[in-house]
T-cell receptor, first 114, second 111 residues
Framework: KAGVTQTPRYLIKTRGQQVTLSCSPISGHRSVSWYQQTPGQGLQFLFEYFSETQRNKGNFPGRFSGRQFSNSRSEMNVSTLELGDSALYLC?????????????FGPGTRLTVL | GENVEQHPSTLSVQEGDSAVIKCTYSDSASNYFPWYKQELGKGPQLIID?????GEKKDQRIAVTLNKTAKHFSLHITETQPEDSAVYFCATPNTGNQFYFGTGTSLTVIP
């Protein structure tokens, strides 16, 4: 079974621009979570989507948004990019059978904001 | 929310020795405790996990122990090899399936 895939793998943007990242979960997985990873803050939860609805949200500004499609694929968008948004953005998927299920991570998208 | 603390932040061991990484958590309702390994340029990979109904789980050279009373769980790697060098993260979710991660342990296995 194919793992979680994320595109693009690398991205360079300038301040003020916006960016869209994509995540395809493992086949059959219905929950998709997004994380930001930086050397200073570690892995921080952004949001989680299940059945096209945002079910959980972390403590990030409204510039960070996401959505999930009917096939469980998810996108996250960051508007008005700031230098501090440079990070590895990770997507994780899980089956979500009603109990806590294992999350499987993709390789991440490395975003650099200049 | 949940608070997960992980120690040590860096760990160097000689090849063949054992490595132990410990995490503590704050929410007594936590019931699932995975460990992830992250190599350079890759996403975290699940290496072992444990649920609250057991105290220990082993998979070859890797084991995880859980002490629910003390609210801590540990990763044990025996007979370490150079390919075990990576950053290891512990995690646990809240009741809303939001995962909280430790700050990571950079393990170096010296040949």
């Amino acid at each position: 079974k194919a793992g979680v895939t994320q595109t693009p793998r690398y991205l360079i943007k300038t301040r003020g621009q916006q960016v869209t990242l994509s995540c395809s979960p493992i086949s059959g997985h219905r929950s998709v979570s997004w994380y930001q990873q930086t050397p200073g803050q570690g892995l921080q939860f952004l949001f989680e989507y299940f059945s096209e609805t945002q079910r959980n949200k972390g403590n990030f500004p409204g510039r960070f948004s996401g959505r999930q499609f009917s096939n469980s694929r998810s996108e996250m968008n960051v508007s008005t990019l700031e230098l501090g948004d440079s990070a590895l953005y990770l997507c994780a998927s899980s089956l979500d059978r009603g109990t806590t299920d294992t999350q499987y991570f993709g390789p991440g998208t490395r975003l650099t904001v200049l | 929310g949940e608070n997960v603390e992980q120690h040590p932040s860096t760990l160097s061991v000689q090849e063949g020795d054992s490595a132990v990484i410990k995490c503590t958590y704050s929410d007594s309702a936590s019931n699932y405790f995975p460990w992830y390994k992250q190599e350079l340029g890759k996403g975290p990979q699940l290496i072992i996990d444990i649920r609250s109904n057991v105290g220990e789980k082993k998979d070859q050279r890797i084991a995880v122990t859980l002490n629910k009373t003390a609210k801590h769980f540990s990763l044990h790697i025996t007979e370490t090899q150079p390919e075990d060098s990576a950053v290891y993260f512990c995690a646990t979710p809240n009741t809303g399936n939001q995962f909280y991660f430790g700050t990571g342990t950079s393990l170096t296995v010296i040949p």
